[in-house]
């Protein structure tokens, strides 16, 4: 696992605007262009970056919004900023913008009733065990401040106030005219791009992807904004409240100390624009949900250096016919759009990002052969499918509206955060009739599942098996599997795959489970484990000639034989 820094946010909170990154010359070319400097792009440039794959990101905006949008992240995520190096500082940063999930949400016709109702959020579910890694109740605006110093440091460039223009691809790679604050052109070359760009995608449009699903539900508008309200909270707390004015269906949440967000209804459908919401009108609305036009409100610009008070965000449920359009992948919102019901939107995202950019690397530094990078829409486009459903049917439970694509079953939260299986060529021999997630208890290493958690010791260290993963494939072994272990060793020579061998009971030994029984081998079998931490290819036991076997598995995951290359 890489060592971890933790950054100190607490006295300047916004620090991704004055970092002075991107400030030179655009590069002329690149690996992987990303388009889209929010929680998706910034964790795909910061992977790419951990892998040794140049990068450039670029954000039309000239800095982050300061508005939290998510809310809270799950374990599995928390895994993949464990592997980059940042839990630490995820977990440092948690405590300045959100309240504790373990407190109730409430429902008042303003902050100033006296006799709200209090209930259960069920946010972040309990999911001990399943993960060395805890959900995080941290607001998406300061996992983006501490993404963006992680990738600074491992060597992205990152250029805010870059928009790109125009995209064209062909058979070489991909062109981007891009923009920069100060009207100058800039060409750009890239192997390959990432559109990390949105709900309303341009790449995605301009790629000719359509989208399916409800499409958009409610526009909102967000304002964020500095107050006492001890006088009105007397001694209550909540983590989100539900609130009647200034429009039904409001909400306000606790954003740090003395800092708040509100979120109301908006109605561009009708020609509402921000515009229509000057800063007079933005300290009425929010007097109105307090229930007191007396409380002094001090509203925050949406972004540093910005004068612009209010932010609008589309809610809404799509997912695109296809996640990849040539040398273009689509990721985060661009892909697919979830309902805030769950939880799931912004951790469905970030998976993508783990699950592209191990894929993007092996294929830069000629470890697999571009075919690879079709296993990406083909594992990732089911998850998110499956994911708008189990959104919207947390929406039906809640608000009693059905859409037509609401499926009958809701599956418990740790179902839809850690049991996907993916099928693809990419993984081999996983079920083709299996049902799209599993509970967790139920892992226990079948190819196309995340490997399972537990708890080891690597010499003196604890760990967990998660940390074995991330830097290449593992091929984690029995106790008794010497064959296997000299039939890696004999494959990495020949062919420089990026591969680990580790034995169980000799190289880690575990303290609460049989390690060989949880993944499924016996102790002269082995698991290959990708760098995005999903089983690749298990073989139970021991057979005839293991190296070959090997060299076949790789040859099939990897593309690497003659002929198995397309863009």
Known sequence: MIPETVPDLREKPHVLADQGAGTGPVPARTAVAVVGGSVVGLTTAALLARWAVPCVLVEKHPAPLNHPRARGFSPRTVEVFRQLGVE??????????????TTPAMRAATLADP????????????????????????????????????????????????RAV????????????????????HLLHA?????????????????????????????VLSLMFEADLDSLLQGR?????????????????????GRWTMATGYAPEHGETLADYPPERCRAMITAALGDPGIEVNLLPKMPGSDDIAASFTIGAQVAERFRDGRIFLAGDAAHLVPPTGGFGAN?????????????????????????????????????????????ARARERTG??????????????????????????????????????????????????????PIRQGQHRASTLDLYGSGFVLLTGPDAEDWAKAANAHTARRATPLTTIRIDTDITGHDRPLADAHGITSQGAVLIRPDGIVAWRNASSVQNPGAALDEAFDQLLHNRPGSSTD
């Open 115 to 162: 006799d709200p109702h209090l209930f259960e959020a069920g946010v972040l579910e309990s999911m001990a065990g399943i993960s060395p890694c805890t959900a995080q109740p941290v607001h998406q605006n300061l996992v983006e401040e501490v993404l963006y110093r992680r990738a600074l440091d491992l060597g992205a460039d990152i250029r805010f106030g870059v």
């Open 237 to 257: 707390r909540f983590n989100v409240c539900y609130l009647d004015h200034p429009k039904p269906g409001t909400v306000l949440a606790p954003a740090g100390p």
């Open 166 to 185: 125009t995209v064209d691809q062909d058979a070489e790679g991909v062109a981007l005219q891009l923009r920069d604050r100060n009207g100058r052109d």
């Open 348 to 392: 469905t995202g970030i998976q993508d990002a783990h699950n592209l950019a191990w894929k993007l690397a092996a294929v830069h530094h000629g470890h697999a052969g571009p075919a690879l990078l079709d296993s990406y829409h083909d594992e990732r486009h089911p998850v998110a499918t499956y994911t708008l459903g189990q959104a919207l």
């Open 401 to 454: 509206h059905e859409h037509h694509d609401t499926p009958e079953e809701l599956d418990p939260a740790p179902t839809v955060i850690f049991g996907h299986q993916y099928r693809s060529t990419a993984v081999l021999d996983a079920p083709t009739d299996a049902a799209p997630a599993l509970p967790p208890d139920q892992l226990n290493g079948q190819p196309g599942t995340r490997a399972p958690h537990l």
């Open 191 to 219: 192997d390959y791009l990432v559109a990390a760009d949105g709900a309303t995608s341009r790449i995605r449009r301009h790629c000719n992807i359509a989208v399916r699903g409800p499409g958009t539900l409610a526009h």
């Open 88 to 101: 630490a500082a995820i977990r440092a940063v948690a405590g300045l913008g959100s309240d504790d999930p």
